[in-house]
């Protein structure tokens, strides 16, 4: 069976019947609980009732193939690779960059050895997509966001940034506070591997405390801005700020 395809959640209870029955064929993820499957179901109407933004969200979704890559690559370990572009050009040491700009006082462009060669954070946490699926205890390493801004010298009007992908669609948002964490990271390596291009590498954006989606692949600019610019799914009803356990209409206890 193709992998469930669509980053979307309620009200599809065929598609999240799919994503439970078809995760972890190794034994490495460990899909969501029926219980909580079925919690979910029963939030979807009253989500829909309340955000009919979300319903826009899931035609726009469900009337192409938003996952090009997801048919070609196998399911690693419990993940499931989605891309919202079609194909997605592969980057490394010789073309890459990381661009830092918008609203900073020293805009920059980082290749991937001057990534590398920034002290790195370690961070272990579950991963857990809004879809329901969840990996436990993934290590990524990187450099977190904040210490590019303080390179970069955030000027006093900035609140918020945008993150870019070099596949050419896919954006996301954190306010500053948010992203000054240190457990958001310019993602390098991922289950202590360097970031294969499945899985949004060279760099992705790692953002632990928050539903995957906010984990932007393919990471190419960070962009200082006035005011939050909404991200790619979150143009389509998801929340911006995805706090796992307290956004997108769950209240369970967060697992971070
Ligand atoms: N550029 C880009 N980043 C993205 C996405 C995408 O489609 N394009 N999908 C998001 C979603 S919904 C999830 S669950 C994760 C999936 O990451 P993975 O493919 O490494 O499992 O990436 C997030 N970041
Ligand atoms: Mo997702």
């Known amino acids: 069976m ?17 994503i439970e029955e078809d995760a972890d064929p190794d034994g490495r993820g460990t899909p969501v ?4 499957v079925l919690g979910m179901l029963g939030l979807g109407a009253a989500g829909l009732v309340a955000a009919p933004s979300l319903q826009r969200g899931f035609e726009a979704v469900t009337g192409s193939d938003p996952t090009g890559l997801s048919g070609l690559l196998p399911n690693g370990g419990g993940f499931r690779y ?12 010789q073309d890459y960059r990381l661009t ?38 993934t290590p990524f ?11 970069a010298g955030v000027r006093p009007e900035a609140r918020a940034i945008r993150f870019d992908c ?18 958001v990271l310019v993602a390098l390596r ?11 590498g ?13 984990s932007a692949k393919w990471l190419s600019g960070i962009t200082l801005t006035e005011g939050v610019e909404p991200g790619y799914w979150e143009r389509l009803g998801y929340d911006v700020d995805a706090w796992v356990g307290r956004s997108n209409g769950r209240d369970d206890a967060p697992t971070v």
């Open 202 to 214: 060279p760099v992705r954006l790692y953002v632990a405390p928050m539903y995957f989606y906010k």
């Open 166 to 183: 070099f596949d050419g669609a896919y954006t996301e948002s954190l306010t500053l506070p948010q992203a000054r964490r240190d457990d």
């Open 2 to 18: 193709r992998p469930a395809l669509v980053c979307a959640g309620r009200g599809w209870s065929n598609r999240r019947v799919s």
């Open 33 to 36: 609980g029926r219980r909580l």
């Open 82 to 93: 989605y891309s919202v572009a079609s194909s997605v050009p592969e980057r490394g040491p």
């Open 100 to 137: 830092v700009g918008g609203l900073v006082e020293r805009p920059a462009s980082y290749t991937l050895d001057a990534l590398r060669a920034l002290p790195q954070t370690r961070v272990v946490r579950d991963v857990q997509c809004v879809t329901g699926w969840r990996v436990p205890g």
């Open 141 to 151: 390493e990187g450099v977190p966001v904040n210490r590019l801004l303080e390179a």
């Open 190 to 200: 991922m289950r202590d591997k360097p970031l294969g291009h499945g899985h949004g």
